[in-house]
C-alpha cells in the first residue's frame, strides 16, 4: 500500500509562512506527572506569547483524547500511539507556521526523543514540569491517583506504570516551588529568542 503513496510537495513551504506570520515555528512541550501543572503553566505561556504577538495553539492531553485519541486507552503501547499521533499533528501545525504548546504527560523519554526527530530537534523545546508525587497526588482534583492506589485505573504513571524524566530539558520548572508567574518569565525568557523571525 505505501509504494502507492505519494506526498504532495506544496509551493508554499513553511518558510514561506513563518515570514509571512513574521514568527519561526517551534514545539513547546510540557511534560511531567499528572497534576505536577503542565496544562496550567501550558496556558499561561501559551497566553503571554499570544498576547506578544505570536500565533499559537495549545494542544492538552485531556482534548486530545475525547477526540484525535478517543479510541486509544493507557497501556504503554496505546501511550506511544497516542504522543505519536500528537505529534504527528504538531508537525502539521509547525509546517503551517505556529507555535504549538502541547501539555502531556509523556512518560517516556524514548517517545521524547522520536517527536524531537520527527519534527526537527532545532524546533523541538522540552519543559520539564517537576513536582514530587505526593505534591501531584494532593493537588489531585480529579481523583485519578487515589483510583489508581486502589486498582480502579491501571497503568497510571507514576503508580504503576514508570515516568521517565528528561535527563537534558530546555527548560526546568519545579512547579512545587515555583509561583506561576516566575515559572511563565523564566520559561519565556528562554525560548523567546528562538521564536522571533
Avoid at 57 to 86: P, Q, W
Wanted: glycine share 6%; charged share 25%.
Amino acid at each position: 500500500m505505501e509504494q502507492h503513496i505519494h506526498p504532495s510537495v506544496f509551493k508554499v513551504s513553511q518558510e514561506d509562512r513563518s515570514r509571512r506570520l513574521n514568527q519561526r515555528s517551534k514545539l513547546i512541550w510540557f511534560t511531567g506527572l499528572s497534576g505536577s501543572g503542565k496544562s496550567t503553566l501550558a496556558n499561561a505561556v501559551e497566553s503571554r506569547l499570544f498576547d506578544q504577538g505570536f500565533l499559537t495553539y495549545l494542544l492538552d492531553g485531556d482534548n486530545i483524547r475525547t477526540g484525535l485519541n478517543k479510541d486509544l486507552g493507557f497501556s504503554d503501547e496505546d501511550r506511544v500511539e497516542n504522543i505519536r499521533r500528537i505529534a504527528e499533528v504538531a508537525k502539521l501545525m509547525l509546517d503551517a507556521g505556529m507555535v504549538v504548546l502541547s501539555a502531556f504527560i509523556s512518560p517516556f523519554r524514548e517517545e521524547r526523543v522520536l517527536i524531537a526527530q520527527l519534527v526537527g530537534e532545532d524546533n523541538f523545546i522540552e519543559v520539564f514540569v517537576d513536582c514530587p508525587l505526593e505534591v501531584c497526588e494532593q493537588r489531585d482534583v480529579k481523583g485519578l491517583y487515589q483510583k489508581a492506589r486502589h486498582g480502579i485505573i491501571k497503568n497510571f504513571t507514576g503508580i504503576d506504570s514508570p515516568y521517565e524524566p528528561p535527563l537534558r530539558p530546555t527548560v526546568h520548572i519545579n512547579s512545587d516551588q515555583e509561583v506561576l508567574q516566575d515559572s511563565v518569565e523564566k520559561i519565556t525568557l528562554s525560548i523567546l529568542n528562538s521564536l522571533i523571525y
